[in-house]
């Protein structure tokens, strides 16, 4: 029997890239509404409660709003809005850090710059190496389809700078699934900016060893977040030494590698993320999560 799916948003920027990954799918169905129904409240409530999984692909307002049109037990949702990502009764969708998406009735789609934070962070966290209480900064830079039509529309029309920095008052929506899912009790500085390229993102964690719970290496850290993700293939550990690393590198795909780097020393360290902010940072996370809740392979319609 195929699963019933209905993408609430689906002309948004995730909407579209989701329905283009599940095109052809014979074990889906995709409900739909006419351009002219989309904003009828009978309509829109009839589509969400006929489908077996609803993807939400808008505003934090407008996601709350949808779910609360459900009234069934049956209809399963999927979240990428950031409304529900530290809710109570709401299963994180990063199923590589041990979430049970696959029976999970409501999903929330992990954000793009706490993927790469979280992959990084979380496994050091849990294996001792990193205190729950660490002060950290992370740095993210993506390209600028993460900010939305009117943002992709800005830069396309070349009025974008080559690299922006945003939210500088050091308040971002992101910060709290940041500090609740890797199981840290201090909430880490967030330094995010966009680049004049249309996808693709690095995330960084910069650490002293004195943060480190006891002398460690590059190597040592390697092993964690290797061990952390032993049958993963969308998350990658690099054990060669690139040269440079570039924020298109894993553009285009549904992966996301992880670096670690050090001083001669290891008195210093460099943990850097990258993927692509729509593809693991949002519509490809989201058909992952599609994928083990249908209980298809949780591959289909990916790219590694």
């Known amino acids: 029997m ?3 799916i209905f993408i609430d948003g689906a002309a948004g920027t995730t909407g579209l890239e989701i329905r283009e990954r599940l095109a052809g799918r014979d074990d889906l169905v995709l409900v739909t509404l006419a351009d002219d129904r989309r904003k009828d409240p009978a309509a829109r409530q009839a589509a969400l409660n006929e489908a077996d999984v609803v993807i939400l692909c808008l505003p934090d307002a407008a996601a709350i709003e949808a779910v609360a049109l459900i009234d069934n037990p049956r209809t399963r949702v999927i979240d990428a809005s950031s409304a529900h990502r530290v809710a109570d009764g709401w299963t994180y969708g990063f199923p590589e850090l ?28 849990r294996a001792g190496l990193l205190p729950a209480d660490a002060a950290l900064v992370v740095h993210g830079t993506s390209g600028y389809s993460g900010g939305g039509k009117s943002m992709i529309a800005e830069f396309e029309a070349g009025d974008g700078s080559a690299h922006r920095a945003y939210a500088l008052e050091l308040a971002h929506k992101h910060v709290p699934e940041m500090t ?25 964690v910069p ?12 190597s040592d850290i390697r092993a964690v977040l290797a061990g952390a993700f032993p049958e993963t293939p969308l998350i990658r550990v690099s054990h060669g030494d690139p040269s440079l690393i570039r924020v298109e590198d894993d553009a285009g795909t549904d992966r996301m590698t992880l670096h670690v780097f050090a001083d001669p020393t290891a008195a210093q360290f460099r943990l850097i993320a990258t993927l692509d902010n729509l593809g693991k940072g949002a519509a490809g996370a989201a058909v992952q999560s599609l994928n083990l809740m249908a209980g298809a392979d949780p591959l289909t319609g990916l790219t590694i």
């Open 2 to 4: 195929s699963t019933r």
């Open 180 to 204: 609740r899912h890797a199981g840290l009790t201090t909430a880490p500085i967030f330094l995010p900016a966009v680049a004049n390229t249309h996808r693709g993102m690095v995330i960084e």
């Open 98 to 125: 041990g979430f049970d998406v696959a029976a999970a009735s409501r999903v929330s789609n992990p954000g793009c710059y706490p993927t790469g934070f979280l992959a990084l962070v979380t496994p050091l966290v």
């Open 207 to 218: 650490l002293h060893a004195a943060q480190l719970t006891r002398d460690t290496s590059a």
